[in-house]
């Protein structure tokens, strides 16, 4: 796996049913350059097969600082198209994210800013630190975010609070980021590899093909009239439940004597 390449610039792991990605640029912040963007893509989709969920986190203390600005520099001197693609490598690996049927949660402490802000966003979960700092910081720069907050951010926190935070560049804390529902949860930093070793088995302990439909509706469902997306949900739960699926749904809840 790319884990093993001396010099990956993001490190692929496996442990049985669980997945593991880290971005390798502690030096940088984990600053995403247009290799990271690629490496992060092919790691998703290497290991999405072969595991039940897939956790993504930074190296050396901090999530993801952003775009890598000599890098930035470097491919604006060559043109439009090559700064492009520093863009596009980033969206194709969060594209990734949301097209694999597993769920992805990201890790997060220290620094979450700019690209690495965007990269919480894309996710299907988000833990972090309650202590850790997120912040689209592109306006501090003079700079138009380009990994997609104007697009998902006000999606998930509303607009006021989308534009709140782009358009001033305000950092928040993990514990704010949970109560303005941006993440999924935050906790005090010494029990951060605690609380997601336990969500990850809780994960890992679900039906692979209900987690898929269910993270695959919930995607979509931005892009729907509420009607048009309650019949999806409704075919995928009869999908489900005429097979062996729904056999193993009952057996289970039978062997617990009902309880829920």
Known sequence: MTGTVNGAQVLVRRAERVGYLTLNRPEAMNAITVRLGAELEAGVRELAPLVD????????GNFCGGGDVPELDRLRGQGREALAELFLAFRRALTAIAEVSVPVLAVVEGNAVAGGFELI?????????????????????GQIPGGGSTQRLPRIVGQPRALGLILTGDRISGAE??????????????????????LVARLIGGSRAALAASKRLVREAAGLPLEEGLDRELAAVLDHLV???GDAAVAAFTARGGRR
Request: net charge negative; aromatic share 6%.
């Open 53 to 60: 969920v897939i956790v993504i986190r930074g190296a050396g």
């Open 177 to 198: 980021a949970a109560s303005w529902g941006l993440v999924y949860r935050a906790v005090p930093g010494d029990r951060l590899d605690q609380e997601v070793s336990e």
């Open 243 to 245: 097979g062996p699926a």
């Open 121 to 141: 966003q894309a996710c299907d979960l988000a833990v972090v630190a309650a202590d850790a700092r997120l912040a689209d910081i592109h306006a501090r720069f």
